[in-house]
């Protein structure tokens, strides 16, 4: 039986959605199972099922725009997918300015994103 609740529960997370509220009013949706693999914040919402089955929407706290959220939820997508995330966390931090580094810092921190947070950092 406990097998079985397990089963579903990954099931359900495979085919879920998050949708990343902002305070600026921007919405993002996302694979669930991506974005909750590397943001604490949304593993929290997923694992309490906030937003009924299938869809599960999380208010980013602080003042993160939808932009910033955007831009790191397109990284989680893309490190996801490379066959080499060293490689990739490389180009991609290597891409960035200044300002579009702090506020991808600023929005890691709030996602509970660590592991973005502390390459950036």
Do not use: Q, W
């Amino acid at each position: 039986m406990a097998a079985a609740a397990a089963t579903e529960e990954m099931t359900m997370m495979t085919t879920a959605v998050v949708v990343l509220r902002c305070f600026d009013g921007t919405t993002v949706a996302a694979a669930a199972e991506v974005v909750a693999a590397r943001s604490g914040l949304v593993a929290e919402a997923v694992a309490g099922g906030a937003g009924g089955v299938g869809r599960v929407v999380v208010d980013v706290p602080g003042n993160v725009s939808g932009v910033d959220v955007a831009a790191v939820v397109a990284y989680m997508e893309a490190r996801a997918a490379a066959a080499d995330g060293d490689a990739f966390d490389g180009e991609f931090v290597g891409g960035l300015t200044h300002d579009a580094r702090i506020d991808l810092i600023h929005a890691a921190h709030h996602l509970a994103d660590k592991a973005l947070f502390n390459l950036l950092a």
